[in-house]
């Protein structure tokens, strides 16, 4: 009898201590919670491996700053191969004419199974970056002036060939991939790198940036380069998250992390050319983060839309109908500046956008990274980014 009765206290006195630890647990989870989500001025940190997102249940709140004006859309905060060292003195190294267009181009696909590898075993000798990286500084005065290239190595002495970086103290987060939709804007590429290396090196992550060219006199294709920075940056590197990023938009807080969430996340919200609203709910365009896995579930962009305008619809098209939402930090973090420009006469409005936006559901599983055919003129690893100069065969695109 008495041994009964010691061994149901036993039994009350675990059920109490374990009780205890659960409730202590969710205490610290929520005060941690709290004091990463002031420090960014969001609601959630959305990153992997980070015990107080799984307690949380406001998944798919809605942030005040921009309910007005974005109705549908989710608004949640976040949460070497052998390289060549060559400067483009100017120009003309990386002007698209230099190229001889009269050559047959061999166009490939690249190897799907090559864009789904494993993750490599990290470094064990250095700690984990700090979930909250310490250094970041919010809003930021940018830099419009145009530097050349050398200066901007010179203000970033860490990058590695190919515009690499990973910090050193401290094993990355993240390992991602910028991927810049080029053509003859060496300006617009100057301010922006100037702006962008530093902040990544402040965010602490692991990164690239691949500008992608095409050949003239194709009509450019904003989506497709996007889907070739992505096909090339994998072959590279084994980068887990990808940011699609238009040559002239300078990122104004360094809180606005390249880094992919959990959900495809819509990063340029608060642009000074739309009065830091955004134009329409749905609106996909600027600067756009997604993972590896997100990318090829949704198939990528579609490669059809050469010219101006739609492609980014489209896009925002296939991540719905794969089941993801669209979600963005607030505007007080999500800002930039677009630099001012006119349109090329090699980017004209696309006439037939609106009729593939329409018909975007029944092409999206066999037009996108899985239907990829493009002819790499040649990749450079240049000191403060990777350059990567294509040819598209509109004709053999179009025809599938
Ligand atoms: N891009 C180039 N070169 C081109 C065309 C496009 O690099 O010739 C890239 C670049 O990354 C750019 C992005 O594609 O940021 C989007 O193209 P865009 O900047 O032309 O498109 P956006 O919608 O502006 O930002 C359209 C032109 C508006 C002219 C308005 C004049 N008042
Ligand atoms: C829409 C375009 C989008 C474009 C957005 C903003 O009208 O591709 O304007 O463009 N959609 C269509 O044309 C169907 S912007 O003002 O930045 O030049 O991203």
């Not at 919670?33 to 949380?56: D, H, K, T, W």
């Not at 500084?137 to 060939?161: H, R, Y």
């Not at 990023?245 to 340029?268: A, F, Q």
Request: hydrophobic share 35%; glycine share 4%.
């Amino acid at each position: 009898m008495t041994t009964k009765c010691n061994t149901v206290k036993i039994l009350k006195i675990l059920l109490v201590t374990c009780l205890t630890l659960v409730t202590l647990q969710y205490v610290i989870n929520l005060v941690a919670y709290s004091y990463v989500s002031r420090f960014f001025g969001m609601e959630l940190m959305f990153q992997r491996n980070i015990s107080i997102v799984q307690y949380l249940p406001i998944f798919g709140k809605q942030s005040k700053s921009s309910s007005s004006f974005n109705k549908s859309v989710t608004v949640i905060p976040p949460v070497i191969s052998t390289v060549k060292n060559l400067f483009p003195s100017n120009t003309s190294q990386i002007n698209t004419s230099n190229i001889n267009q009269s050559s047959t181009p061999a166009f490939i696909s690249p190897n799907i199974s090559l864009l789904t590898s494993k993750e490599p075993i990290r470094n064990e000798s250095l700690p984990l970056c700090p979930l909250v990286p310490p250094k970041l500084v919010g809003p930021l005065a940018t830099f419009t002036n145009a530097i050349s290239f050398e200066e901007i190595l010179k203000n970033n002495p860490d990058l590695q060939p190919g515009g690499r970086y990973k910090p050193k103290d401290c094993v990355a987060r993240h390992k991602v991939a910028i991927i810049i939709p080029y053509r003859d804007r060496i300006t617009h590429l100057q301010i922006l790198l100037q702006n962008l290396h530093p902040i990544l090196a402040r965010q602490l992550i692991d990164y690239g940036i691949y500008v992608v060219d095409m050949t003239l006199p194709t009509s450019f294709n904003r989506a497709m380069l996007m889907n070739i920075g992505f096909a090339e940056a994998l072959k590279i590197y084994d980068y887990q998250c990808f940011i699609f990023h238009d040559v002239d938009l300078i990122p104004e807080n360094d809180r606005n992390l390249y880094t992919c969430p959990e959900s495809p996340r819509h990063m340029s919200v608060a642009v000074d050319k739309f009065k830091y609203r955004l134009p329409y709910a749905s609106i996909f365009g600027g600067v756009s983060a997604l993972t590896k896995e997100q990318f090829l579930k949704i198939n990528g962009y579609s490669n059809l839309y050469f010219g101006w305008g739609g492609e980014d619809d489209d896009m925002n098209g296939r991540i719905h109908r794969k089941g993801y939402k669209v979600i963005r930090y607030s505007v007080d973090v999500a800002r930039y500046k677009m630099i001012k420009h006119t349109r090329e006469k090699s980017n004209p409005v696309n006439p037939k956008r609106y009729k593939l936006i329409n018909t975007g559901k029944n092409r999206q599983d066999k037009d996108g990274i899985n239907s990829l055919k493009y002819k790499v003129e040649k990749i450079e690893f240049l000191p403060t980014y990777t350059y990567i100069l294509t040819t598209i065969n509109q004709t053999e695109v179009e025809a599938g």
